[in-house]
């Protein structure tokens, strides 16, 4: 990740992808959301697809009548009853909401002194930062390949240069921190520019912010907001992941990565009670509300900790690189260059959160060779032999 100031000066490359390499025996791989998208689409299989419903809006979630599921009205007034919603609908999730409300409803129905379910707040995430995002067609200054970030007061920048185009974000202070929902308009995007206009995308290349934004094919302007919701889940009936659990900034590349282990982590739990899946005597019940409430409390405990701290960590870059204070321009500017430092950094915060995330505990599989760190949990070792993909 090469590293340049407001004014296009070097402030040191950042090797932490070198070492992942060296730690995992594999470094991250930057691709867009849409193929890897498509990738887990493609990989279904056809019968689950058929099963697929897309472009329906969930608007509200109410008790069944039995209270061991839900029912969910969709904007277009279709209705399905369900025994548990899995929420994956981003950080201003409908299924939040509506969770919240099912709690407040539960509460409020309670004999008098029995111990009530606790309650999420209402706007759980602090928007600090807006960000500009860019899409521009690559160009020969930015080679493939590229991670350039353009740092300094009040604002910086992280572009990723691919075969075919170039993908750079604005990451802007805002003047005052905020919990409300903003919709950003074209006037937004344009006062960014007008602002951040000047700063160049990437080490080696004269091209501007500006420039790549009149050469844009795609952009778009969003809150960055950053939080961790307190209750996952509600009676054993649903359940949150991804965006709508925990909100991060973008500059550690961490938000996804940590909604698809939420996934790997809420599925193993979920293995260990669903009827075909353990044993001949598990077969024969469904699994209770109360089996499947533990197993959703048993996965957020099991994530809850490592989501607060990744969140931390990338506020604390989004907030290092846009030169939050002078300890921490400082910090940026002359600490974090130095090469050792960064290699112990890798070495024993990166790796101590990486080498814990859960892999699939039912799924077979063969895990990357070549790194000098073991993951705490393994895959479980191949049984039989499969064509390497
Ligand atoms: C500029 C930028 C760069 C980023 N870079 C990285 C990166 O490098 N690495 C990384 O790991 N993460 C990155 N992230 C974060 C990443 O984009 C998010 O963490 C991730 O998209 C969250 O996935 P999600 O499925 O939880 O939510 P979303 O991606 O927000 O998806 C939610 C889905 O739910 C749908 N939905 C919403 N409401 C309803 C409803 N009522 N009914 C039905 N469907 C609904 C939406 O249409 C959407 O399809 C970046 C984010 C930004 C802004």
């Given at each position: 990740?090469?590293?340049?100031?407001?004014?296009?000066?070097?402030?040191?490359?950042i090797?932490?992808?070198?070492?992942?390499?060296?730690?995992?025996?594999?470094?991250?791989?930057?691709?867009?959301?849409?193929?890897?998208?498509?990738?887990?689409?493609?990989?279904?299989?056809?019968?689950?697809?058929?099963?697929?419903?897309?472009?329906?809006?969930?608007?509200?979630?109410?008790?069944?009548a039995?209270?061991?599921?839900?029912?969910?009205?969709?904007?277009?007034?279709?209705?399905?009853?369900?025994?548990?919603?899995?929420?994956?609908?981003?950080?201003?999730?409908?299924v939040?909401?509506?969770?919240?409300?099912?709690?407040?409803q539960?509460?409020?129905?309670?004999?008098?002194?029995?111990?009530?379910?606790?309650?999420?707040?209402?706007?759980?995430?602090?928007?600090?930062?807006?960000?500009?995002?860019?899409?521009?067609?690559?160009?020969?200054?930015?080679?493939?390949?590229?991670?350039?970030?353009?740092?300094?007061?009040?604002?910086?920048?992280?572009?990723?240069?691919?075969?075919?185009?170039?993908?750079?974000?604005?990451?802007?202070?805002?003047?005052?921190?905020?919990?409300?929902?903003?919709?950003?308009?074209?006037?937004?995007?344009?006062?960014?520019?007008?602002?951040?206009?000047?700063?160049?995308?990437?080490?080696?290349?004269?091209?501007?912010?500006?420039?790549?934004?009149?050469?844009?094919?795609?952009?778009?302007?969003?809150?960055?907001?950053?939080?961790?919701?307190?209750?996952?889940?509600?009676?054993?009936?649903?359940?949150?992941?991804g965006?709508?659990?925990?909100?991060?900034?973008?500059?550690?590349?961490?938000g996804?990565?940590?909604?698809?282990?939420?996934?790997?982590?809420?599925?193993?739990?979920?293995?260990?009670?669903l009827?075909?899946?353990?044993?001949?005597?598990?077969?024969?019940?469904?699994?209770?509300?109360?089996?499947?409430?533990?197993?959703?409390?048993?996965?957020?405990?099991k994530?809850?900790?490592?989501?607060?701290?990744?969140?931390?960590?990338?506020?604390?870059?989004?907030?290092?690189?846009?030169?939050?204070?002078?300890?921490?321009?400082?910090?940026?500017?002359?600490?974090?260059?130095?090469?050792?430092?960064?290699?112990?950094?890798?070495?024993?915060?990166?790796?101590?959160?990486?080498?814990?995330?859960?892999?699939?505990?039912?799924?077979e599989g063969?895990?990357?060779?070549?790194?000098?760190?073991?993951?705490?949990?393994?895959?479980?070792?191949?049984?039989?032999?499969?064509?390497?993909?």
């Amino acid at each position: 990740m090469q590293r340049i100031d407001h004014e296009g000066n070097d402030i040191g490359n950042i090797d932490f992808f070198k070492h992942e390499k060296e730690f995992f025996g594999t470094a991250p791989s930057v691709l867009s959301r849409h193929d890897l998208t498509k990738v887990f689409y493609e990989a279904l299989p056809e019968s689950t697809k058929a099963r697929l419903l897309p472009n329906k809006r969930v608007a509200t979630i109410a008790s069944n009548a039995t209270d061991d599921g839900v029912i969910i009205t969709c904007q277009d007034g279709s209705k399905f009853e369900t025994r548990l919603v899995i929420a994956a609908d981003g950080a201003h999730s409908t299924v939040r909401e509506q969770m919240r409300n099912l709690a407040l409803q539960y509460n409020a129905s309670l004999p008098e002194g029995v111990v009530p379910v606790p309650i999420n707040k209402e706007q759980p995430y602090l928007t600090t930062f807006r960000c500009l995002w860019v899409r521009f067609p690559s160009i020969p200054s930015i080679p493939t390949g590229t991670t350039s970030e353009t740092h300094g007061p009040g604002a910086a920048t992280q572009s990723f240069a691919a075969a075919d185009t170039t993908a750079t974000g604005v990451y802007e202070r805002l003047d005052k921190p905020t919990k409300e929902r903003v919709r950003w308009t074209q006037a937004d995007k344009e006062a960014c520019v007008a602002k951040w206009g000047h700063l160049l995308v990437a080490k080696g290349s004269t091209i501007t912010i500006g420039e790549a934004y009149a050469a844009s094919t795609e952009s778009g302007m969003v809150s960055l907001e950053e939080g961790v919701v307190d209750n996952w889940s509600f009676d054993g009936r649903v359940v949150l992941t991804g965006d709508a659990a925990h909100k991060f900034t973008p500059s550690t590349g961490a938000g996804c990565n940590n909604g698809i282990v939420d996934i790997v982590a809420f599925v193993n739990e979920l293995y260990t009670i669903l009827p075909s899946s353990v044993s001949a005597e598990a077969t024969a019940r469904q699994p209770s509300k109360k089996d499947v409430g533990a197993a959703l409390e048993r996965y957020q405990s099991k994530r809850h900790a490592a989501v607060v701290a990744a969140g931390a960590a990338s506020g604390q870059a989004t907030n290092a690189a846009s030169w939050a204070n002078w300890p921490t321009s400082l910090l940026d500017r002359y600490v974090v260059s130095n090469k050792m430092m960064q290699r112990y950094v890798a070495s024993k915060l990166l790796t101590a959160s990486a080498i814990n995330t859960p892999v699939f505990s039912f799924i077979e599989g063969e895990d990357r060779k070549g790194g000098t760190m073991a993951w705490v949990e393994p895959m479980t070792t191949l049984s039989r032999a499969v064509a390497a993909v």
